[in-house]
């Protein structure tokens, strides 16, 4: 949890650009190192990254050794600096990428410009790093949010779940996984053509709320979990609103289906107004307290919506065709028996591997892939038990 030191320098830190950040020559590793240390958050993160925009191209490449000292020349307090030290030694970032195979999980960040989601760039604050379980690919298709209140009617979820199985024709859904329209629009989406990402407030390795397990554990195979917060973060409620804001930030829009007034999902519409991001209201009775804070939206000018149709006809021109996506899993043409149910990318990768056990660094340069989407191919073909990672992080076929 960050304490006063991230809080004092809110104001006085301006967004940085993926140029900048880039021309830093930070890697990946020590970008997640910094988000993974002790007391340090997004905006000491904007500062490190500041001043390596002020001492030109190419001063944060050596980072990784950096010591106390030089983290303390960046304007980090002298915990915050000790901390970044040990975050960013050889024998902690190997730690995390066990962590992260044991947990199967992958990471994406902010310098990785092919595998995040560019509408998420695009916000105020942007996450620096994203955690994920699942199909990454769902990041890179048209999404809307569908949000409301946890206690939703009958007419609130049968239409949140019809919504969301609607919109996942054409469009990614994208929700919380909260109880009552989130945990709706999600079963509706999960197995249709274009899926459903769940955004936690907490780490991808724990399910919250715990009634929804099933879910998650549905959405982790079929879909895609998401979440800013390292895994074992301990969840409090100040991690909602910044969940919020990645919800709005990855959509097209955000479709309101039930809320009260002060209701959570509110946060996330207000974001999106704020985003320039389209605001959809799913209409209610007026007088239902649980509607009345939705209904609201009409007078700061959200559309009405009364299914999917309505969304599509917004986005017409930024739709994919109705046919829908490549199927996550289908198989290739004349495939072995190992190959089957393999994309093009698990296929390429399936088969590097098969050729010789090969290491991370080993399987980019002969991929081409990034390290983020590479890392989310791996993490399929480990689920679909394709492959095994043994001692030096080295992958062996099955």
Known sequence: MLDNEENKKKDNVRVVSLAEALETGMTREVLIALHEADGIGRVTIATVFLYGVMKGPGSLRDSGDFLAGDWRDMGL????ALAAERSVRLAARERRQVRYAEGRMGVVTYLDDDD????????????????????????????????????ATGYGRKMAEGLGEGCAGRMTVVSG?????????????????????????????????????????????????LAESPPDTILHPGLFPLRNRIIAGLSYGVVVVEAAHRSGALITAD?????????????????????????????????PALDASDIFQYYEYRMPSVTGPEPANGAASGASAGEEGLNED????????????????ELATFSGMTFGHLHSVLLNLLMKRRIEQRTGFVYHVL
């Not at 620096?128 to 769902?138: A, D, K, Q, S």
């Not at 009775?285 to 559309?303: C, D, I, M, N, W």
């Not at 296929?347 to 290491?359: E, F, G, H, T």
């Open 77 to 80: 307090s002298a915990r915050q």
């Open 116 to 151: 995040y989601p560019s509408l998420l760039r695009e916000i105020a604050d942007p996450p620096w790093v994203l955690y994920c379980r699942g199909r990454l690919e769902l990041l890179r298709h048209p999404a809307i949010a569908i949000v409301g209140t946890r206690l």
């Open 177 to 225: 996984l909260a109880k009552g329209i989130d945990a709706a629009a999600h079963r509706g989406a999960v197995s249709a053509a274009y899926g459903t990402i769940a955004v936690l407030a907490g780490g991808v390795d724990r399910c919250y709320p715990p009634e929804n397990a099933a879910l998650y554990r549905e959405i982790g195979m079929q879909g895609l979990l």
């Open 271 to 303: 974001l999106a107004l704020g985003y320039n991001r389209d605001v959809f209201v799913i209409p209610g009775q007026v007088t239902s307290p649980r509607s009345l804070g939705a209904l609201e939206y009409f007078r700061k000018g959200a559309h």
């Open 346 to 361: 698990e296929l390429l990768v399936y088969r590097l591997i098969l050729d010789r056990p090969a290491s991370v660094d």
